[in-house]
């Protein structure tokens, strides 16, 4: 089993920054992408941030320029660095990985989608 716990949300003002964790777990071969989303109350899930394996990654127009996403292969964790944050940042944002369990499900490409439970974050003053 492969599990994702994202770590890292809360309450922020206005202009303030914050750092999420999503940490992976289980029975891991590799990891492709590693992606960010954020669903917003009333709104659909968005893609935020993308590192894919090759060390590519990627923004929403709306974060670019004030999120980072990194990763640490060591660790099959994924960060996601906020800053100048504003309100319409606010959501839950989730965590998704695409890990291929083992040689064989690599090799093949046959890799399952997987999500965190989700962490929220609140941009208020």
């Known amino acids: 089993q492969v599990q994702l716990v994202e770590s890292g949300g809360g309450l922020v003002q206005p202009g303030g920054s914050l750092r999420l964790s999503c940490a992976a777990s289980g029975i891991i071969f590799s990891i492709r992408a590693m992606d960010w989303y954020r669903q917003a109350p009333g709104k659909q899930r968005e893609l935020v941030a993308t590192?894919?394996?090759?060390?590519?990654?990627d923004y929403a127009d709306s974060v670019k320029g004030r999120f980072t996403v990194s990763r640490d292969n060591a660790k099959n964790t994924v960060y996601l660095q906020m800053t100048s944050l504003k309100s319409e940042d606010t959501g839950v944002y989730y965590c998704n990985a695409r890990i291929c369990p083992t040689l064989f499900s690599y090799q093949r490409k046959s890799c399952p989608d997987y999500w965190g439970q989700g962490t929220q974050v609140t941009v208020s003053s």
């Open positions: 590192f894919t394996d090759s060390g590519t990654t």
